[in-house]
């Protein structure tokens, strides 16, 4: 019997309290309803830990052996994955801290796995997801095209500021996560 393909949505802010990233990430989970051609989990960063990266090993010379038992959890919940969503605010124009830490913090388990980005901020946090495609690159990834960029300005209430997509951002999930699964496919057919 064929596999079925996991897809694992990222939340990529560590903030305390209320993240936006992680209402968003939701969302992403409740679009993945009614998809059977993958299995869909929330992977919240916060809830790993991950330390600052101080080994003297470079992660992808590591071979998965790390010491730190936090990376290690982290490391088998990205390794279990098959694709990714990377749910990203932008911080000063670029990628959160922690989450390129985290990132930086694994080697091999992401390489030539298929990324898709859904982002928030200001002007969408498209500077963030331009430089997540830059840092993907180096692991081989394969970045879909589609991606979601959520406004500060029109993706809320008015009133209470609370995320409110526009209507439009179903299109548009739907049509990320088509190309992330198509693209999974084809890694499978050809890995990194
Ligand atoms: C350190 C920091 C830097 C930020 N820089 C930007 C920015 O450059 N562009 C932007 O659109 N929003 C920026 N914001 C606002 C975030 O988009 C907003 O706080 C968002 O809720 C952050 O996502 P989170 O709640 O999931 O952490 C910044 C927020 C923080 C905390």
């Given at each position: 019997?064929?596999k079925i393909?996991?897809?694992?949505?990222?939340?990529?802010?560590?903030?305390?309290?209320?993240?936006?990233?992680?209402?968003?990430?939701?969302?992403?989970?409740?679009?993945t309803d009614?998809?059977?051609?993958?299995?869909?989990?929330?992977?919240?960063?916060?809830?790993?830990?991950?330390?600052?990266?101080?080994?003297?090993?470079?992660?992808?010379?590591?071979?998965?052996?790390?010491?730190?038992?936090?990376?290690?959890?982290?490391?088998?919940?990205?390794?279990?994955?098959?694709?990714?969503?990377?749910?990203?605010?932008?911080?000063?124009?670029?990628?959160?801290?922690?989450?390129?830490?985290?990132?930086?913090?694994?080697?091999?388990?992401?390489?030539?796995?298929?990324?898709?980005?859904?982002?928030?901020?200001?002007?969408?946090?498209?500077?963030?997801?331009?430089?997540?495609?830059?840092?993907?690159?180096?692991?081989?990834?394969?970045?879909?095209?589609?991606?979601?960029?959520?406004?500060?300005?029109?993706?809320?209430?008015?009133?209470?500021?609370?995320?409110?997509?526009?209507?439009?951002?179903?299109?548009?999930?739907?049509?990320?996560?088509?190309?992330?699964?198509?693209?999974?496919?084809?890694?499978?057919?050809?890995?990194?």
């Open positions: 019997m064929e393909m996991k897809i694992g949505i990222i939340v990529g802010s560590i903030r305390d309290g209320a993240r936006r990233s992680e209402s968003i990430a939701k969302w992403v989970l409740s679009a009614g998809r059977t051609d993958a299995q869909f989990e929330l992977i919240d960063l916060k809830a790993f830990d991950v330390p600052l990266l101080t080994s003297p090993v470079v992660p992808a010379a590591a071979g998965r052996q790390y010491e730190s038992e936090n990376v290690r959890r982290w490391s088998a919940a990205i390794d279990a994955c098959d694709g990714y969503v990377f749910v990203t605010p932008e911080y000063n124009h670029s990628v959160p801290g922690a989450f390129k830490n985290a990132v930086d913090s694994l080697g091999s388990e992401w390489a030539g796995k298929p990324v898709g980005f859904v982002s928030f901020g200001a002007d969408g946090g498209i500077r963030a997801v331009e430089h997540w495609r830059q840092i993907v690159a180096n692991f081989h990834m394969v970045d879909v095209r589609a991606q979601v960029a959520f406004s500060m300005f029109f993706d809320v209430e008015g009133s209470t500021q609370e995320f409110a997509p526009l209507e439009r951002r179903q299109g548009e999930i739907q049509g990320l996560l088509d190309q992330l699964v198509a693209s999974v496919k084809l890694h499978a057919q050809s890995p990194a």
